[in-house]
């Protein structure tokens, strides 16, 4: 999406250059002797070609070359757009300028884990799960199930296999046999709160059958390029005191992957 002022729109030629130097031609010497771009967006699914747009070109036009050069290119760095005046006769402004990226991705895939793990209260326990390929991460969904025989205060984490961690819960449980629990950043649900009463009322988290966003977000584990395959680990802390009260049992858990498309 372009906007240039110029008294004579023909003398420009506009290319768009990658991180890695790769150059893709947009807009070269059209429009005669008419002024400006205006709101151009270039697409190489438009109907029409710029080369048969009337200045100031507003809308969308396919590009003198198509921006599927840049397709399998990785986006993350510094893109640049060059616009060369080829005539000295008259100046113009580039006013504003915006690239919209989109990732091609992976069907989603499912890896889980159905071994119970029984959690005493005061301990912590941790559930592995292996992804067999190196993959770029795209976004992940986490789901678990606990049978929760007394409520308490937990905290569950998510660790990929570089060590990199995710806090997706810290607060109190609720009784409850089938608690079911998924965490998702595109989710519309806060994880609940309820008021926890003391010198001043605070809100506390509470874990409840249903879909939330996560404490923290999952997508610190996106990546561009590719992870190397590895264990994954769900580690959960009971924080009450150590043989207080009736154990918690994880029943199994998993994670929904998508990955990016080299």
Known sequence: RLRITHPFVSDLSVKLRSPTGKEALIFNRRGGSSDNLANTRFSDSAATAI???VAPFSGV?????????FRGSNARGVWSL???DNSPMDSGTVVSWALDVTARTL???????????????GGTITSTIQVTRPLAINDINVSLGLNVAQSGEISIVLRNAQGQSVVLFNGVTTVNAGLTVGFDDQSNSNIPTIPVSGQQVVQQSRLLSGTYRPANLLSRFNSPT????GAWTLEITDKRAAGSGAATTLT????????LAG
């Open 51 to 53: 080369a048969s747009g």
């Open 61 to 69: 036009f396919r590009p003198e070359s198509l921006l599927a050069a």
């Open 82 to 84: 060059v616009v060369t």
């Open 107 to 121: 069907p989603a895939f499912s890896v889980s884990s159905k071994t119970a793990v029984t959690l005493a209260a």
């Open 226 to 229: 590719q992870v190397p395959a």
């Open 252 to 259: 199994g858990w998993g994670m929904s992957i998508i990955g």
